[in-house]
């Protein structure tokens, strides 16, 4: 069993930044994302990262805030957020999975962590 382990949601002002970690094997693992759910919404794709080619996706309305990244030797995945927005506010997720997956769709992951809260206040 894959144990994700997400850290770093906060209560923070529109523009700011915040930094959200993901505690995983991440050498191991082909596939991961980040996944979003605000109250009352489903589950969004946020973005991903293709580990055997290195390819990182976005959802529209992040592209250019937001930026995925992973420490290897820190066994970690990252999602950098800037200039949030109070739209960005939701429950935080990363997911993965071992295999080459649909990275966009939520059903395809195999493993998820238990969330982190993300407040932008206006």
């Known amino acids: 069993q894959v144990q994700l382990v997400e850290s770093g949601g906060g209560l923070v002002q529109a523009g700011d930044s915040l930094s959200l970690s993901c505690a995983a094997p991440?050498?191991?693992?082909?596939?991961m994302g980040w996944f979003r759910q605000a109250l009352g919404k489903e589950r969004e794709f946020v973005g991903s990262i293709d580990r055997s080619v290195g390819r990182t996706s976005y959802t529209d309305s992040v592209k250019g805030r937001f930026t995925i990244s992973v420490d290897n030797a820190k066994n970690t995945l990252y999602l950098q957020m800037n200039s949030v927005k109070p739209e960005d506010t939701a429950v935080y997720y990363c997911?993965?999975?071992?295999?080459?997956?649909?990275?966009?769709?939520?059903?395809?992951?195999?493993?998820w962590g238990q969330g982190t809260q993300v407040t932008v206040s206006s």
């Open positions: 997911a993965a999975s071992f295999r080459p997956i649909a990275i966009m769709n939520r059903y395809e992951y195999d493993y």
């Open positions: 991440v050498r191991t693992l082909r596939s």
